[in-house]
């Protein structure tokens, strides 16, 4: 059975910084592709950043050069670096899994976690 768990969501300001982690059991993250994604009150879920097996990154415009994936593998977990930012970031962010495929950008992934909620007061 496949568990991802977010956690590392909290209320900052704006400018501020957070470390989101997602940890897997039941899934080897080392060779799976993982996405972070959000969904704010009333919006559609949407694509946040992606890493492959292989470590290929990928990034959505709005939060490029201020969010950075990264993986662990002793720990099997997945990181999600967010910098300086924004009331327009404020969301709940999931962490999301396949096995064996590389960067996905879209929603199809098979594995969710439940969420972490980040709020970015202005």
């Known amino acids: 059975q496949v568990q991802l768990v977010e956690s590392g969501g909290g209320l900052v300001q704006a400018g501020d910084s957070l470390r989101l982690s997602c940890a897997a059991s039941g899934i080897t993250f080392s060779s799976s592709g993982t996405g972070w994604f959000r969904q704010a009150p009333g919006k559609e879920r949407q694509f946040v950043a992606a890493?492959?097996?292989?470590?290929?990154?990928s990034y959505a415009g709005s939060v490029k050069d201020r969010f950075t994936i990264s993986r662990d593998n002793a720990k099997n977990t997945v990181y999600l670096q967010m910098n300086s930012l924004k009331p327009e970031d404020t969301a709940v962010y999931y962490c999301?899994?396949?096995?064996?495929?590389?960067?996905?950008?879209?929603?199809?992934?098979?594995?969710w976690g439940q969420g972490t909620q980040v709020t970015i007061a202005s």
């Open positions: 890493i492959s097996w292989s470590g290929r990154t």
């Open positions: 999301a899994a396949n096995r064996g495929v590389t960067l996905v950008t879209t929603l199809e992934y098979a594995y």
